[in-house]
């Protein structure tokens, strides 16, 4: 299996079934004017006593972007307050995770996303008592995906997103505007569809494991509401957006059947298509391929009462709550991922193209101070939204990925299959509140 990325957190049709997404990795480098590898406060505080030092296990997926390894086996030898040991786990990692938490005190501290069922078993620790001073600088958004029930289970590490890519000479040669509806993007991807390049390209799946959030957020709804207690998008305007896209599918502008799925940027920088929805991580192959013949949107929205949007995806630094250091382990994920900004900033940009998790170290990012970066950033700030989260059962993902399909594939009437999904993820949250 190949390795994983951080852009494996996005995929609709791999929420709650991961490492079906794992045909979205790569490698990512950093690029010339990346941050130097950090140096201030990078050893910790003097140990309190001369007793002998805890041992922490801490665990990470295997990242495809080269350099990150190293960092990290580098952050953790500089702490002096317990010996902690990193291993790297290619592979299926959060299956991995899964069995751990149910049979082991290991890892001590790993990164995830939190969910309900390991709160439910007391598998994870609260950290909000680590998170409090600094708990304002995340936003909503990134901090929902480790929040089960008002408390914080994970201290994100680092936020990645998509955003729509367009051909700025393609456009104008076409006449078009950057699109700033659900229709302008429909009529833009049916005008720049000509001499052999199609206009949008949303993925091999027209778009069913991309867009559906997207959409779902067009409209000014989400996946679910009121505090996670109910579903989010039993509403006709549900319907409506994810009809949208069967007539993108039908409509012959989508481009299908790339050598290359959405994760990767070969389809947009290679002219197979005008436009095409894909992760921040690939900016850099496109900025070397293109120069500055591109421009970046969040989604457009599908009318007034709605809004544009990006998803966000985030780990976070989380605690075993069978360890038998939890203490230490708290102590260590304070350090490394509240205390310590400068290695933070280093983890986020200094390895392929993301965010840093924390809003003030965001101004710090050189690279997202101007240009496209500053727009992507923007977006995150004022646009983001959480794919699923913690109490979105793989039972609801699964029942409204079916009924996307079958609305944007099939043709199948959009209301109907809405209101089947919409029952599925009733019955969960049935089942998980009563």
């Known amino acids: 299996m190949q ?7 996005f995929s609709l049709a791999g929420m709650g079934a991961v490492g079906a997404v794992a045909a979205a990795c790569g490698s990512n480098t950093g690029r010339p004017g990346d941050p130097p590898p950090s140096t201030a406060a990078s050893a910790g505080p003097p140990p309190t006593s001369s007793a002998p030092k805890a041992t922490l296990q801490q665990w990470y997926h295997a990242y495809g972007e080269d350099g990150v390894q190293d960092a990290v086996k580098n952050y953790a030898a500089s702490y002096r307050n317990a010996l902690v040991k990193v291993q790297w786990n290619p592979g299926d990692y959060d299956s991995k995770i899964v069995t751990a938490l149910q049979n082991s005190a290991v890892p001590d501290v790993f990164e995830a996303q939190v969910k309900i069922d390991w709160v439910r078993q007391n598998q994870v620790v609260a950290l909000d008592d680590v998170l409090a001073p600094v708990k304002n600088d995340f936003s909503p958004a990134v901090l929902a995906a480790q929040t089960v029930e008002g408390k914080v289970y994970g ?12 051909r700025k000479s393609l456009l104008q040669s076409a006449g078009v505007q950057p699109p700033q509806t659900v229709d302008e993007l429909i009529d833009a991807a049916g005008k720049l569809s000509k001499d052999g390049v199609k206009g949008l390209f949303v993925g091999n799946d027209g778009g069913v494991s991309t867009l559906t959030g997207p959409l779902m957020w067009s409209a000014g709804l989400d996946y679910l509401k009121n505090g996670n207690r109910e579903v989010g998008f039993d509403d006709p305007r549900a319907a409506t957006a994810f009809g949208k896209l069967h007539t993108l599918n039908a409509n012959g502008s989508l481009l299908l059947g790339a050598p290359a799925d959405w994760s990767d ?13 894909t992760g921040l991580w690939n900016l850099p192959k496109i900025r070397d391929a293109l120069d500055e013949d591109f421009g970046v949107l969040p989604f457009p929205k599908l ?12 780990y976070g630094a989380m605690v075993n709550a069978k360890s038998a250091h939890v203490d230490e382990a708290k102590a260590f994920v304070k350090w490394l991922w509240i205390d310590q900004t400068d290695k933070q900033l280093e983890f986020a940009t200094r390895f392929g193209f993301h965010l840093p998790a924390r809003q003030s170290l965001v101004a710090r990012a050189e690279r997202l101070r101007s240009g496209v970066g500053a727009d992507v950033a923007r977006f995150v700030q004022q646009n983001s939204h ?10 609801a ?4 990925s079916d009924a996307v399909a079958k609305i944007a594939k099939e043709g199948a009437d959009p209301a109907a299959q809405t209101k089947t999904a919409v029952g599925v993820a009733q019955a969960e949250l049935k089942r998980l509140f009563g």
Not at 3 to 9: C, F, G, I
Not at 303 to 314: L, N, Q, R, Y
Not at 397 to 400: E, S
């Open 3 to 9: 390795q994983l990325s951080r852009r494996s957190l």
């Open 265 to 277: 940027p070969g389809a947009f920088v290679d002219g197979l298509a005008a436009m095409q929805w």
């Open 386 to 395: 959480l794919i699923g989260g913690p109490v979105w059962t793989q039972q």
């Open 303 to 314: 009318d007034d009462s709605g809004a544009p949007s990006v998803p966000v995806g985030a």
């Open 397 to 400: 993902n699964t029942a409204l």
């Open 155 to 166: 201290i994100p590490q680092a936020v990645d997103t998509q955003v729509l890519y367009y």
